[in-house]
């Protein structure tokens, strides 16, 4: 018999989409940095790269006891939680605004997980937005701060 979302499968697409989801996470960070001219630590990123790697073992060890969307929102729920008042202990409107980041980031990722036709090409699209994102944030870098 045919079954198309076990909790382990649901875990096992999420690890694959890791390393996008991380590396579009620190992109974010680097976005929003740039974007308000808030400096990050690279101990931070260091940190918040620890915690998004533990959003999976979390992810795991709830989805073995619980539905996976209940799991899902529990493991990201925690994180943004963690990381924004991380954040937030710095500066209290980087954490709310670097919060409303990785709820989308979050979001988005539960999004294609439920998407198994169109997931490449969501993937794809969200890369695509953030390299965008990115591009404006950062066209005044060669000319200093002027």
């Excluded at 976005?31 to 915690?51: N, T």
């Excluded at 939680?81 to 539960?110: D, F």
């Amino acid at each position: 018999l045919y079954q198309a979302g076990t909790h382990y499968k649901l875990v096992e697409r999420s690890v694959k989409y890791g390393v996008l989801f991380i590396g579009l996470t620190f992109l974010a960070f680097i976005v929003f940095e740039m974007g308000l001219g808030a400096r990050l630590h690279p101990v931070q990123y260091g940190i918040v790269g620890l915690s998004m790697v533990v959003f999976y073992l979390v992810l795991l060890s709830l989805s073995e006891h619980l539905a996976f969307l209940t799991s899902y929102l529990s493991a990201s729920g925690c994180i943004v939680l963690m990381v924004s008042c991380y954040v937030a202990l710095r500066n209290y409107k980087e954490g709310i605004g670097i919060g409303v980041l990785l709820v989308a980031l979050y979001s988005l990722l539960y999004t294609i997980l439920q998407m198994e036709d169109y997931a490449l090409l969501m993937g794809t699209a969200l890369l695509l937005v953030m390299l965008a994102a990115l591009m404006v944030v950062s066209r005044n870098l060669a000319r200093g701060n002027k």
